[in-house]
């Protein structure tokens, strides 16, 4: 079935939004300039500060689901479901959760490739899986074990892309390490949130644009607030600014104003995140949970191959098979690999090789996104 221009545009929303979040957020880091007080030109630091940028993006989709909300109650025959009575507290967690991966995750984009970045994100899949079969009581797959073990597979070798690659880089093979690793533990505390969503929010039936803007107000407030401890504590060496403390708010809006540049690459942080968010949802609606995926899959391609043409990145073989694997990875864990096995010739046997098939695409064991 050919997919309407209506479609279409959905996909490429959420492919050129998807793409432009890390590719803006990465444009910024690379900018240099003077801070406050004339201090000398530094480098633009500041992943603290960009993750309550995020967080704002992310709460803008309140005002997305209560636009569509005032909209469906002028049609006919309204479309959307009337919202279940919830406390907005029950985001508190899941929000926390993402309030401490995402800035771990920009501290990281310091020290490390765009397209690594997104790739090594992929490891999301391993820490979700393992701990809904252990929290939320989920019988995974043979394909999804199989999904995971070759998702640490392609792992390790964007890995060892990242060490032949780091002489060419600005970023010390030390910062590299760090930051890769980085990505990989803020995994596991996204799939936390995962787990807790899944656990305590799913069974409300929130609006998914309703749940995003909750965690986004919750994030945006606690890590706002934070800012301002940030300001006096220290922290060395680890710290990109020149007072060496965790976050100096002022000095990156010291920097936007000597480089009004820096601005546009947060504010296309900040809008894509909400429209990546809307344009995620409706392509689960009007297409498929599985376009979704291989659309967020695809924005890793884009996002190297951007880095690539600007020159941020230098080209490494290894990448493009590390990426290829861990694709290879994600597919087999969503089930991507079902149509294919559907379409293939059946014969019928005495060992009931056809029973067995069958019972493997109808996936009688129940898959991590299914209910218990």
């Known amino acids: 079935m050919a997919w309407s221009r209506y479609q279409l545009g959905l996909a490429a929303l959420m492919l050129l939004t998807g ?42 989709c309140l005002g997305v689901f209560y636009l569509l909300v005032w909209r469906d ?20 967690p899941p929000a926390l959760c993402d309030m401490t991966g995402t ?17 090594l ?5 391993i820490f979700t899986g393992l701990l809904s079969v252990a929290f939320l009581g989920r019988k995974l797959e043979l394909s999804q ?55 305590f929010v799913y069974k409300h039936d929130v609006h998914p644009l309703r749940a995003v803007g909750t965690e986004g107000f919750f994030g945006f407030i606690i890590l706002a607030l934070l800012l301002v401890p940030m300001y006096y504590i220290p922290a060395g060496s680890f710290s990109g600014n020149p007072r060496q403390t965790l976050e100096d708010a002022l000095d990156a ?31 689960t609606k009007e297409i498929s949970a599985t376009t979704r995926m291989v659309l967020d899959s695809l924005r890793t391609l884009v996002i190297w191959a951007v880095s690539l043409a600007v020159g941020w990145e230098t080209f490494h073989g290894l990448e493009i098979l590390g990426f290829g694997v861990l694709l290879v990875g994600a597919a087999l864990y969503n089930g991507l690999h079902r149509p294919l096995l559907a379409r293939l010739p059946r014969h019928v046997d005495e060992t009931g090789g056809v029973a067995e098939r069958e019972g493997l695409l109808r996936g009688e064991s129940t898959a991590i996104n299914s209910e218990s």
């Open 19 to 60: 793409s432009i979040n890390t590719l803006a957020a990465k444009w910024a880091d690379n900018f240099s300039a003077t801070g406050c007080g004339g201090t000398e030109e530094h480098g633009f630091q500041h992943p603290f500060l960009q993750a309550v940028g995020m967080f704002l993006g992310e709460f803008s």
């Open 73 to 92: 109650r002028w049609r006919p025959e309204p479309s959307m479901a009337p919202s279940q009575p919830f406390s907005p507290l029950l985001f508190l």
């Open 103 to 119: 800035s771990i995750m920009y501290v990281a984009l310091n020290m490390t490739s765009a397209s690594s970045f997104q790739m």
């Open 121 to 125: 994100r992929g490891s999301v899949i």
């Open 145 to 199: 074990w199989l999904g995971i073990l070759v998702t640490i597979v392609g792992l390790v070798v964007v890995g060892l892309a990242d060490l032949h690659s780091s002489h060419d880089q600005k970023h010390k093979l030390s910062e590299v390490i760090t930051g890769d690793l980085l990505i990989v533990m803020a995994q596991v505390i996204v799939a936390i949130q995962m787990v807790l969503e899944e656990k």
């Open 253 to 283: 809006f010291c920097q936007i104003g000597h480089r009004p540049l820096i601005a546009l690459a947060l504010l296309g942080n900040i809008s894509s995140i909400a429209f990546f968010n809307f344009a995620g949802i409706s392509v």
